[in-house]
Every structure is written in C-alpha cells, then in structure tokens.
C-alpha cells in the first residue's frame, strides 16, 4: 500500500516556466489537498478537492492551478513560476470529515531561480 | 477564519524529562478537531495526536497527551519520558468539522531532545 506518493521530490525551475507536481493516492479517498511550508510559516492550503471534478481554493490559491478527474489524482500546476514559490509542498489525502487521519506524501521541495 | 498561534519556536529537553509545547486557536466555530503533527528531518508529517472538541476527556497517546482548555481556546502537548527521536518540528492544526480536509496550521515549535 504506498499511500500518497508524490513525484517528483526535488525540481529546480527558472522563472518563467511551467511545471505539474503529481500527487496520486491509492486508499480511494475522496479528500485531498495541497499545501505549502515555508520557513516560520508552517503549511498553508493552496487547493483542496472533496471529490473528483470538485476543487476550490485554499488560503492561498494565486499562481496555481488544480484539477480532479480521478478520485486517485490530484495535479498541481505552475503555470508561470515565480521565486515567490519556491517552497516545500505537501499533497495530503483523507477517507471522509475530519474524525480521520490526514495522510501527507513525502513532499516535494522546489525552487525557482 | 482561524488561526492557530504556536508561540514557543524553539524548545530542549533533557533524554527522560518531560516536555509540554504550547498552541492556542481563535475560531468561532463549536465543532471542530484539532491536531499535533511531527515532522522530523526526514520531512514526512506525522500524525501524533487528535482530539475532538465535543469531547472533554483529554485525548493520549503513549506518551504523548493534550491538555484541551476549550474555554481558553488552548491545545497543549505534553511529552513524557522524552526520546531522542521526538527531536523534530511539531506543528498544531486545527479543522472545523465540516471543512473537508481544510487543515490551519500554526508556525511550529522546535524541540530538540537532548542527550
């Protein structure tokens, strides 16, 4: 069972370019989610999806895009980076409301030059 | 909105003694979970703890519990018997009940066990 696995784990992007952090769950959860950590800050929601073909925006949504066909996966899009975004980022999933667990992937840590 | 306030962003303890972090919360809602999360160097998030707000009992863990002060919106963890692997980063979090999976995180405390 490997959980929530996302890929890849490090990017390095120059300004300017596009990119897709790829996080895809295998416990056929209907919650998932994207955060971000930045140094002092703890994790902030950027997006989050309570079903396939349901998304809406997080705390702080502006630069990113999101998309769920599947219940399985959950894309981020960069569409244009920004230095402003570099950061370790977080997909998280969860069975149903908030009495269950989160489960986070391993995070991917990216950095726009 | 919510917002969850860690106000100690590092702490040590010495192998063996007992520890507590400090987190408190403002929210308006009266059905929501709240959370201590561990993230060692290895980066992964580690669920510790969960309690609910309906529930007065204080929630534990081995040696890990909370002290829920509901009225005073504060969430504190206390470890007991502290190990070398409890060095890590904890971080509070707090979820309405109806949020989905919308987790607000506080700016983490530090705590490194000392040898």
């Known amino acids: 069972n490997a959980g929530v696995t996302q890929t890849p784990k490090f990017q390095v992007l120059k300004t300017g370019q596009s990119m897709t952090l790829q996080c895809a769950q295998d416990m056929n959860h209907e919650y998932m989610s994207w955060y971000r950590q930045d140094p002092g800050m703890g994790l902030r929601l950027i997006h989050y999806?309570?079903?396939?073909?349901?998304?809406d925006q997080g705390e702080v949504p502006n630069g990113y895009n999101v998309s769920r066909s599947t219940t399985e996966d959950f894309p981020l899009r960069l569409l244009s980076a920004a230095p402003s975004q570099t950061s370790v980022y977080f997909c998280a999933s969860m069975l149903g409301q908030g009495h269950q667990p989160q489960h986070f992937g391993d995070g991917t840590r990216l950095s726009i030059l | 909105a919510q917002t969850v306030t860690q106000s100690q962003p590092e702490m040590s303890v010495q192998e063996a003694e007992t520890v507590t972090l400090s987190c408190t919360y403002d929210t308006s809602e009266s059905n929501y979970y709240l959370f201590w999360y561990k993230q060692p160097p290895s980066r992964q998030m580690i669920l510790v703890i969960r309690q609910e707000a309906y529930k007065q009992q204080n929630a534990t863990e081995n040696r890990f519990s909370v002290n829920f002060q509901k009225a005073a919106k504060s969430f504190s963890l206390k470890i007991s018997d502290s190990q070398l692997g409890d060095t890590a980063m904890y971080f509070c979090?707090?979820?309405?009940?109806?949020?989905?999976?919308?987790?607000?995180f506080g700016e983490g405390t530090q705590l490194t066990v000392n040898p």
């Open positions: 999806s309570v079903g396939a073909g349901i998304t």
């Open positions: 979090a707090f979820m309405k009940r109806t949020s989905g999976s919308r987790l607000t």
